[in-house]
């Protein structure tokens, strides 16, 4: 098979949780124990860093992996989903993986597939712990997919452990309450491996705190050991740059980076007090120059793309990939801060999300454009419109994401806002 037939065959033979959903699920790692052991547990051949927490677990990781290289080692990153390209999932120093590596994985184990028949993110672990493993990384990070306890990614061995924060989302799986997702997240925690935490949260603490007991894990909150005194957006030698005054054990440091989300704030506290608490494989600890330049320059190092991207000026059209309560909250009170003139919202849903509390939060004065993503677990365009308009929200339907925003900025004035979101699958679809 060539690397489109290999896509083929992924996308529509294995279960994608990304297009079907609850089908794709599996309660349960011994899939996923049988593949590493079949591939001859490549999870095993590197040191790794384990992270999970229902937002911004990807920007920590994209955060981490940049520090990393800039350390000088040779980084694997895992994450999920993906925007446009499949291998954007697996990557090395910022690489993607090679079209050939993915074709000859999936020739070679075909047979094995047809017969354990795996999920479509069991097989993407599969493939990252494989090519992660043969081309000797120093370490890597690894981003689960949505839960923790029986998340795929749950079979290595880390260095460190990571939980950024627990919010309301893949209810369906993880349970009803925060506490519930907080369990199932806590299921990552490894015997003796240290643990950091992104977001003190006292209502849900004492389940991190006895977990990391009962494994003797030694457990870190980020927000407990640094304070942010300072955080705008500047505009440092032609580049957009957001540059954040960190109070640290009473010394005062200033970073920049190049994410530009407010939401990207903690998830950078959340980085520094993993890079803090890290001990190498040769017991060394990460640099705090490497630091300063990973932190800088995560999006050249690593492709990172959907969070608070600019698309253009003039009017100014802005995508975020935040899909649940707590990210669409803060989205929004970002969108408030710029000044502009009318609000136009470009936004699609999948149908598994609990949208009417999402919609519940969007403000009624902005002029909406609604629209499905074009996966099969997409919300139908007239539904989101007509239980949007139950939430006071109105506006028009579109047949496609790209007509929702070409509408839309058609409509503007050069200083009204134009947001695209709701979902990643709608952002992934104007980048």
Not at 17 to 29: E, H, P, S, T, V
Not at 150 to 177: A, E, W, Y
Not at 270 to 288: R, Y
Request: hydrophobic share 40%; charged share 20%.
């Amino acid at each position: 098979m060539d690397y489109r037939q290999t896509l083929d065959y992924l996308f529509e033979q294995l279960p994608m949780y990304q297009r079907i959903g609850a089908a794709a699920y599996k309660a349960d790692l011994h899939t996923t124990i049988e593949l590493c052991r079949h591939l001859g547990n490549p999870e095993q051949a590197f040191p790794s860093i384990h992270v999970a927490g229902t937002n911004g677990k990807g920007s920590v990781s994209h955060m981490i992996a940049s520090i990393l290289q800039e350390q000088g080692l040779k980084t694997g990153l895992a994450t999920s989903p993906h925007l446009k390209d499949f291998r954007e999932r697996i990557r090395i120093n910022g690489s993607m993986i090679p079209e050939t590596a993915v074709s000859s994985f999936v020739a070679e184990h075909r047979s094995f597939f047809d017969t354990l028949k795996p999920s479509f993110f069991e097989m993407t672990m599969g493939l990252s712990f494989d090519w992660f493993a043969r081309q000797k990384v120093d370490v890597a990070v690894i981003e689960t997919g949505m839960g923790g306890r029986l998340d795929s990614s749950n079979v290595v061995r880390p260095l460190l452990t990571i939980i950024t924060n627990i919010g309301l989302d893949h209810m369906q799986f993880l349970g009803k309450t925060t506490r519930e997702i907080a369990i199932e997240k806590a299921g990552i925690i490894k015997q003796g491996i240290p643990l950091v935490i992104g977001r003190r949260q006292t209502e849900l603490h004492d389940i991190f705190e006895s977990a990391a007991a009962r494994f003797n894990a030694p457990l870190f909150v980020a927000p407990d050991q640094y304070s942010v005194l300072n955080s705008d957006l500047q505009n440092t030698d032609g580049r957009a740059r957001r540059m954040v005054d960190v109070k640290h054990k009473g010394a005062v440091q200033s970073y920049q980076t190049d994410l530009m989300g407010d939401y990207q704030v903690e998830n950078l506290l959340t980085a520094l007090q993993a890079m803090e608490t890290l001990t190498l494989p040769d017991g060394t600890k990460v640099s705090p120059d490497a630091v300063l330049r990973g932190l800088g320059n995560v999006t050249e190092n690593t492709g990172i793309a959907g969070r608070w991207q600019q698309l253009m000026t003039n009017p100014v059209v802005i995508c975020d990939s935040g899909h649940n309560t707590d990210g669409i909250r803060r989205i929004l009170a970002q969108l408030q801060s710029i000044p502009h003139e009318q609000l136009r919202i470009v936004f699609g849903m999948v149908e598994d999300k609990e949208r009417m509390e999402i919609l519940n939060l969007l403000p009624r004065n902005a002029v909406y454009y609604f629209c499905k993503p074009s996966v099969i677990r997409g919300l139908d365009a007239n539904k989101l419109a007509k239980d949007a308009s139950l939430s006071g929200l109105h506006g028009n339907v579109y047949d496609s994401v790209q007509e929702a925003l070409k509408s839309a900025k058609e409509s503007a004035s050069p200083n009204d806002l134009i947001f695209v979101g709701g979902s990643t699958f709608v952002v992934s679809e104007v980048l």
